[in-house]
């Protein structure tokens, strides 16, 4: 009998890592309309509505690379593609359907990006912003997809000293994990991965 239990648990742990293996104990993609697409990323901030701005700069392309990597057949619209459509048709030109045509997407992937700030008090780094989502089907002239995340904070826990870091850094780290949490709509993946987060900051 105690061998039938071991070798069942033993059946149910290796039938356990092979289901995680092949992907079945994933989280699925809440919009899975970016597969085998040609997508434009746009990142639209309080600033960035009437000139270049850092943060959203560097949003596109930490976006950009978890897309490419975790998407299936995804090809991304050039970065500097899409900045030069605005410079030609305004910074403020907020007609996501025509901006999409004019860089040649088959999907635009519009994050609006708002009351972003990277500090909690004049000795604490922890950022917060809110987020609107949208995704776009160019061809078709719809929107697919449409989501709010409101809030989001980076850590969630404490902070990050003003003596430990610099800003540029803090804005770097706390971009990669928005650009994470924003990913996961979009592509399957292991809800592990969203746990204890705030480990990341040791890292840096």
Not at 30 to 59: F, G, H, W
Not at 60 to 78: A, I, N, P, S, Y
């Amino acid at each position: 009998m105690v061998g039938l239990i071991v070798t069942q648990s033993g059946c149910i742990g290796l039938m356990s890592n092979l289901i995680h293996a092949v992907g079945g104990d994933k989280v699925p993609a809440e919009c899975p309309a970016l597969k085998n697409s040609k997508v434009a990323i746009v990142v639209m901030t309080d600033q960035s509505q009437y000139t270049d701005d850092i943060a959203a700069r560097l949003l596109v392309r930490k976006l950009g690379g978890v897309l490419k990597t975790e998407v299936d057949k995804f090809e991304l619209v050039r970065e500097e593609v899409v900045q030069q459509w605005r410079d030609v048709h305004g910074w403020d030109n907020v007609d996501y359907l025509e901006m999409g045509k004019g860089v040649e997407a088959e999907k635009l992937l519009v994050v609006e990006l708002t009351d972003m700030r990277l500090r909690d008090g004049a000795t604490l780094y922890r950022g917060r912003a809110n987020v609107h989502l949208k995704v776009f089907d160019i061809e078709e002239e719809e929107e697919l997809f449409t989501k709010d995340i409101d809030e989001y904070t980076y850590p969630v826990n404490a902070g990050q000293y003003t003596s430990e870091t610099t800003e540029p850094k803090f804005r770097k780290l706390f971009l990669d994990m928005l650009s994470k949490k924003i990913a996961r709509n979009f592509h399957p993946y292991d809800f592990a991965d969203t746990v204890a987060l705030d480990g990341a900051i040791a890292s840096q």
